[in-house]
């Protein structure tokens, strides 16, 4: 049988070493949905194509290789974008295969047509057209390589539906092993100067695609050099949020003792994150120009590292090559102050109270101590996810799954990736109720594929990120924000997943037990008064 552009694409992703890819089947790409049962990667069928381009995205986050999602043309493409950004601002490799009219409908605006390329242009590396069977297979190693190349990010190939029957030559090739820099002798040198004429530096760690590996050599190099750590928003699982020289995160709301004490530093050594307006608390963390503090910045993207300040030493390189190379410096010692950074962190931890309903912080807390340190956390965007960020602790690499992005609706789809790659392994998808409903559809993709991860819904009843700002802006005029839910024990059980509902905080580790070992919900009623952490609504700001 001769090989077409559709059977070439399905197996460039299995010579990829692609195991998995999430789709909601469409006419547009009828060859390529045939040729996947020719291979060896898992086509997972999902009911939206944000959510299926979402899974794609976790998967990346977990294996470190492209993460492949598949949807028609039009409305399937454009709704499949919330991911690209997603994929975008996280520097996640993401390989999205788009359905497209025939190359001879094109430009006519034909029956869902969509120009990709300029819709795509902004928050895609690059948007490939499949116009040319003798050269798919060179595209597509380009693509696949193209999305894991300098700083990772969503590569969109475009799929028009006359040419993927055609006979289509050559094989099938991976993307060859690709040498990631590391820091030169004389940056070493420069980094190892400023160190020892440091007397209060800090070690900010962030950044996409860490290893195992990087993780082990972030606590070798904050010991060896006597350096109190944090981690980037939503970057916690960098680094061991136990280990006596951890600090805490910096992010929204983050600790305003740990700010402070950031910005009093005298040298900020930052590996792998991108200065991010979330981590930088607006880009207010840093002073421009510098007065008494010097920034060396490490990152892979050279475009982050001048972007907004002009640093003492800006060095593109891997930031586990340049964790590795940090480890052999002279060491120092700094106890106590490394102490009195971690000691911010520790009183941070503490759970708050409330003054009534369920204390999400303390459903927080029985989760981590209760599940094993492997366990994976994922979640969207809102209120909800102040309390899992701030108390607990990740201790391993791998367990954080969250979007710097803020997109609503991305806790759900993670977590079914996350369960399909590692079935072994619990994972917890904690949401709020606005956040949940964004793509709680999916819990039928959990029935369909087998996935077991445990979902915790945190209701309050409203959009709790945007009543909270209008309390502080325009206090007594809610408006758009209160919401009607169904019940989500029944709403779980109508999918055949087990269900739970949570009215006091005493009632939750029993409800945890029962859902063990299932693809299961809890639904947890939580005063909507209960805004954040320490903080009621009612207060106002």
């Given at each position: 049988m001769a090989r077409t552009v559709a059977t070439l694409i399905a197996e460039s992703l299995a010579a990829a070493g692609i195991s998995h890819a999430f789709a909601v089947p469409g006419e547009s790409y009828l060859p390529l949905l045939d040729a996947m049962r020719d291979v060896s990667v898992r086509l997972v069928t999902c009911r939206h194509e944000a959510a299926a381009a979402n899974m794609a995205e976790a998967a990346a986050k977990l294996t470190g290789k492209p993460g492949v999602a598949m949807v028609t043309r039009g409305p399937g493409a454009t709704h499949a974008a919330i991911a690209l950004h997603t994929a975008q601002q996280d520097s996640t490799p993401l390989l999205l295969l788009v359905g497209q009219v025939g190359d001879d409908m094109i430009g006519r605006e034909a029956f869902q047509e969509v120009d990709y390329h300029r819709v795509f242009g902004s928050i895609a590396k690059q948007v490939i057209t499949l116009r040319?069977?003798?050269?798919?297979?060179?595209?597509?190693?380009?693509?696949?390589?193209?999305?894991?190349?300098?700083?990772?990010?969503?590569?969109?190939?475009?799929?028009?539906?006359?040419?993927?029957?055609?006979?289509?030559?050559?094989?099938?090739?991976?993307?060859?092993?690709?040498?990631?820099?590391?820091?030169?002798?004389?940056?070493?040198?420069?980094?190892?100067?400023?160190?020892?004429?440091?007397?209060?530096?800090?070690?900010?760690?962030?950044?996409?695609?860490?290893?195992?590996?990087?993780?082990?050599?972030?606590?070798?190099?904050?010991?060896?050099?006597?350096?109190?750590?944090?981690?980037?928003?939503?970057?916690?699982?960098?680094?061991?949020?136990?280990?006596?020289?951890?600090?805490?995160?910096?992010?929204?709301?983050?600790?305003?003792?740990?700010?402070?004490?950031?910005?009093?530093?005298?040298?900020?050594?930052?590996?792998?994150?991108?200065?991010?307006?979330?981590?930088?608390?607006?880009?207010?963390?840093?002073?421009?120009?510098?007065?008494?503090?010097?920034?060396?910045?490490?990152?892979?993207?050279?475009?982050?590292?001048?972007?907004?300040?002009?640093?003492?030493?800006?060095?593109?390189?891997?930031?586990?090559?340049?964790?590795?190379?940090?480890?052999?410096?002279?060491?120092?010692?700094?106890?106590?102050?490394?102490?009195?950074?971690?000691?911010?962190?520790?009183?941070?931890?503490?759970?708050?109270?409330?003054?009534?309903?369920v204390n999400p912080a303390e459903v927080i807390r029985t989760l981590s101590e209760t599940l094993p340190p492997d366990t994976i956390y994922c979640n969207g965007a809102g209120n909800f996810a102040s309390w899992l960020h701030r108390f607990h602790l990740h201790r391993r690499p791998h367990t954080q799954l969250a979007p710097t992005s803020g997109a609503m609706g991305y806790g759900v789809p993670a977590g079914i990736a996350a369960s399909l790659l590692h079935p072994e392994r619990q994972v917890i998808v904690v949401a709020g109720d606005g956040d949940f409903l964004m793509s709680g559809q999916e819990l039928a993709t959990v029935a369909h594929e087998g996935a077991t991860p445990l979902f915790v819904?945190?209701?309050?009843?409203?959009?709790?990120?945007?009543?909270?700002?209008?309390?502080?802006?325009?206090?007594?005029?809610?408006?758009?924000?209160?919401?009607?839910?169904?019940?989500?024990?029944?709403?779980?059980?109508?999918?055949?997943?087990?269900g739970e509902t949570v009215r006091s905080s005493a009632e939750f580790a029993p409800a945890l037990e029962r859902c063990r070992g299932k693809a299961a919900l809890i639904h947890v009623l939580v005063d909507p008064q209960e805004i954040a952490p320490g903080r009621r609504l009612e207060d106002g700001k």
């Open positions: 040319e069977p003798a050269r798919v297979a060179e595209q597509m190693a380009a693509a696949l390589a193209t999305t894991n190349s300098g700083r990772p990010g969503p590569v969109v190939v475009v799929l028009p539906d006359d040419k993927l029957a055609l006979e289509a030559a050559g094989e099938a090739t991976a993307p060859g092993p690709l040498t990631p820099p590391a820091p030169s002798p004389e940056a070493l040198s420069i980094i190892a100067s400023l160190l020892e004429s440091a007397e209060r530096p800090v070690l900010l760690l962030g950044g996409p695609l860490w290893t195992a590996e990087a993780s082990a050599c972030a606590e070798q190099v904050a010991t060896r050099l006597g350096l109190p750590v944090v981690t980037s928003w939503r970057r916690k699982d960098r680094f061991d949020n136990a280990h006596p020289h951890y600090a805490g995160e910096l992010g929204l709301g983050a600790n305003p003792a740990l700010v402070a004490a950031v910005k009093s530093a005298d040298l900020l050594l930052v590996v792998g994150a991108r200065l991010t307006e979330n981590a930088t608390q607006g880009y207010s963390l840093i002073d421009q120009p510098f007065a008494n503090r010097a920034l060396i910045h490490i990152c892979a993207d050279a475009e982050a590292l001048r972007r907004t300040w002009q640093p003492r030493l800006a060095v593109q390189a891997d930031a586990g090559l340049a964790l590795a190379a940090l480890a052999t410096l002279p060491p120092q010692d700094r106890s106590e102050w490394v102490a009195e950074l971690a000691g911010l962190h520790r009183n941070w931890v503490r759970p708050t109270s409330v003054e009534s309903g819904v945190m209701d309050n009843g409203q959009y709790g990120t945007i009543r909270m700002h209008q309390a502080r802006d325009y206090p007594g005029r809610p408006s758009a924000t209160r919401l009607t839910n169904p019940d989500f024990a029944t709403f779980a059980w109508s999918f055949g997943l087990h």
